[in-house]
């Protein structure tokens, strides 16, 4: 039975490729959340200003 895998046999295979599963898991993840900030949800910016003057216009000036 050649297709039975044992666990050294496994280990051996995700030492010799955990950069290469690290590295794809990174990317994948930095695409994924790229196409989930940007393009799926777009940021939506608003903004708003009020601004009330009231002023009156009296004889008397008011020393502080």
Do not use: C, H
């Amino acid at each position: 039975m050649d297709n039975v895998i044992d666990l050294r046999r496994l280990g051996l295979i995700v030492r010799r490729n955990g950069w290469l599963m690290i590295l794809s898991e990174s990317l994948f993840s930095g695409i994924s959340f790229g196409v989930a900030k940007f393009v799926i949800f777009p940021p939506m910016y608003s903004a708003s200003a009020d601004l009330l003057v009231n002023r009156q216009n009296d004889d008397t000036q008011q020393s502080y």
